[in-house]
């Protein structure tokens, strides 16, 4: 289903496209989910995180430093594109909700899994929601 795009992505290497078109379709669905008084919405999308840096609190900084720029530039809501279950679960822990979720079953090329045996047990790409009036600032749990 997602070949045509992939094979003719932006980049010169496939694995890059076969990323570059799951934030794209992530992206594209988005809209479909947003609330209606969305004004200015802010998004990131972190997909990788080196070993050594696992576990560390990066992405946590990260968020939080995201965050408050997108407040700076006067955005409603945020989006979080997730690929890996823990950015996923850390999203949700700090009060994010997923209003869109691609299995990796369904995300094919050839007919077959783009995405399989993930080492996080990952078996979707979601997008998690964060709206600035009406969600708890703060880590959950």
Known sequence: MY????RNGPFKNLN???VAVLLEELGWQTGKFLPKDTQKLGIHELFSTQPPYMRSGLAAKIANTIQKIFIEQGCTQEAGYCVATGTWKM???YGHRTIYSLPYD???EDGKPVFENLY??????????????RDKFGRRG
């Open 3 to 6: 070949i045509i795009y992939i």
């Open 16 to 18: 890059l496209n076969r």
């Open 91 to 93: 999203s949700l822990r």
């Open 106 to 108: 369904q995300y094919l």
């Open 120 to 133: 996080d047990g990952a078996t979707a790409a979601n997008t998690t929601l964060f709206d600035y009036k």
